[in-house]
C-alpha cells in the first residue's frame, strides 16, 4: 500500500486570495471561504468531464470540453467551481491529467469529488487516490483522516463573511469507490454525524448543501412521484444505495440541497422530503449521451442562505422548448 504523504503545516494552513474571496484550510477536512461584500456567491457545478483518455480522438474532445468550460467561466462569472466527479478517468490505461492545470489556469477557486472514474483499478500508468490528490495542491479539497494512514475523502467548505458564521456549508463526499458499493459508506456517515455535533456545540446552523458524485435512491422517487422538474433520459444509477445517508441528511434538518452526477442524460430537479435533489449537467465531450454539454449555476443569498439554480449551455445552444425547464431558475430555500 502506497503510504499517504504528510502535509506541511504551511501547506495545511495556506489561503488563497482572489479578488472576491480567501480560500483558507482550517484543518484537513475543512476550509474556510471568506468572502468579499457581495451580496450573492455563485457556484458553477461541473460534473463527468471525462478528461485524460490517452487517445487521439479523446484529445480532441477533451479540447472541446475545455472550450466549453473556459466559456461557461467567461460568461457567468463564478466565484467558485465544484465538480461533482468523473473528473479524469483515471480507470484507464496511462490516463493524462493535463485537466488538472487547466482548471488551474481558470483563475476560480475550484474543487471535486471523486466518482467511479476518478478511482484506479490496478491498470499501468494510473494514480493512486493518495497521488492523484497530490496533483490537486491548487484546488480546495480535502480529506478526513481515520488513523493508521487511512482517508475518507470527505470534507466541508464554510462560506461566510469576514468575523461571522457561515451562511453555508458545502459538504462534498467520496461516492465513487467500487470497495464501497459507490455510496456514502459507514465511516463518512459517521463524519457527518460529528459535523452536526461539532456546529451544536459551536452555535452553528447554516445549511448544508451536499456535493456528491452517484445519486441516491431518493432521486427515482422523486421523479416518479411526478416531483421533479427536467428531464430524465436515463433510469437513475443508484448503484447499491438504500437510502440510509438520505435519512441522515433529511434528520439532520441542516441539508438544503443535494449536487450528483454520474447519469449524463439526466438533469432534473426535485424536492423530496424537503430535500432539493439536483442533477449537474453534463460537461464532458468524452461521456456518453448526446444531449448539449454545460453546466449548473448554483446562486446563494450571503444574507439568508437561500439559494436559486439553472442549467447554463454554451453560447448559442439551443434546447427543444420541452427541454428548456431546467434552464430557467428554480429557488430552493434555506433549512431551519
Not at 479524469?88 to 490516463?95: C, K, S
Request: aromatic share 10%; glycine share 10%; proline share 3%.
Amino acid at each position: 500500500m502506497l503510504a499517504v504523504p504528510t502535509l506541511n503545516l504551511p501547506e495545511l494552513f495556506s489561503s488563497q486570495i482572489t479578488s472576491r474571496l480567501r480560500v483558507k484550510r482550517i484543518e484537513t477536512d475543512r476550509f474556510d471561504v471568506v468572502l468579499g461584500g457581495q451580496e450573492k456567491f455563485r457556484i458553477l457545478q461541473l460534473t463527468d468531464t471525462h478528461f485524460g483518455t490517452a487517445a487521439p480522438d479523446a484529445r480532441i474532445k477533451d479540447r472541446m470540453s475545455e472550450t466549453l468550460i473556459r466559456g461557461l467561466v467567461e460568461e457567468h462569472r463564478p466565484d467558485f467551481i465544484f465538480h461533482t466527479g468523473d473528473f479524469i478517468n483515471n480507470d484507464r490505461e496511462n490516463p493524462e491529467f493535463g485537466a488538472l492545470d487547466f482548471m488551474n489556469s481558470l483563475g476560480v477557486p475550484w474543487s471535486v469529488v471523486l466518482g467511479n472514474h476518478d478511482h484506479p483499478n490496478g491498470k499501468a500508468g494510473q494514480r493512486s487516490l493518495e497521488q492523484y490528490y497530490e496533483g490537486l495542491k491548487e484546488a480546495t479539497v480535502g480529506f478526513a483522516d481515520k488513523g493508521a494512514g487511512a482517508r475518507d475523502y470527505c470534507f466541508r467548505i464554510d462560506l461566510r463573511r469576514e468575523d461571522s458564521k457561515p451562511f453555508a456549508s458545502l459538504l462534498a463526499f467520496n461516492t465513487g469507490d467500487p470497495q464501497s458499493g459507490m455510496k456514502v459508506n459507514a465511516t463518512q456517515t459517521e463524519w457527518f454525524r460529528r459535523q452536526l455535533v461539532a456546529d451544536q456545540a459551536k452555535g452553528i446552523d447554516c445549511p448544508f448543501l451536499v456535493m456528491q458524485h452517484i445519486p441516491t435512491i431518493e432521486y427515482h422517487e422523486v421523479y416518479e412521484q411526478k416531483l421533479a422538474i427536467g428531464r430524465r433520459g436515463e433510469a437513475v444509477c443508484f448503484e447499491i444505495d438504500k437510502g440510509e445517508i438520505f435519512s441522515q441528511y433529511v434528520e439532520s434538518k441542516r441539508v438544503r440541497a443535494v449536487f450528483c452526477g454520474h447519469d449524463h442524460v439526466n438533469d432534473y430537479t426535485g424536492i423530496y422530503r424537503d430535500v432539493a435533489l439536483v442533477y449537474g449537467r453534463c460537461s464532458g465531450f468524452n461521456g456518453y449521451g448526446d444531449w448539449h454539454r454545460g453546466g449548473r449555476l448554483i446562486d446563494i443569498d450571503v444574507r439568508t442562505g437561500r439559494g436559486e439554480t439553472r442549467v447554463v449551455l454554451a453560447d448559442q445552444a439551443v434546447e427543444k422548448s420541452e427541454w428548456s425547464r431546467t434552464l430557467e431558475k428554480w429557488k430552493f430555500e434555506s433549512v431551519g
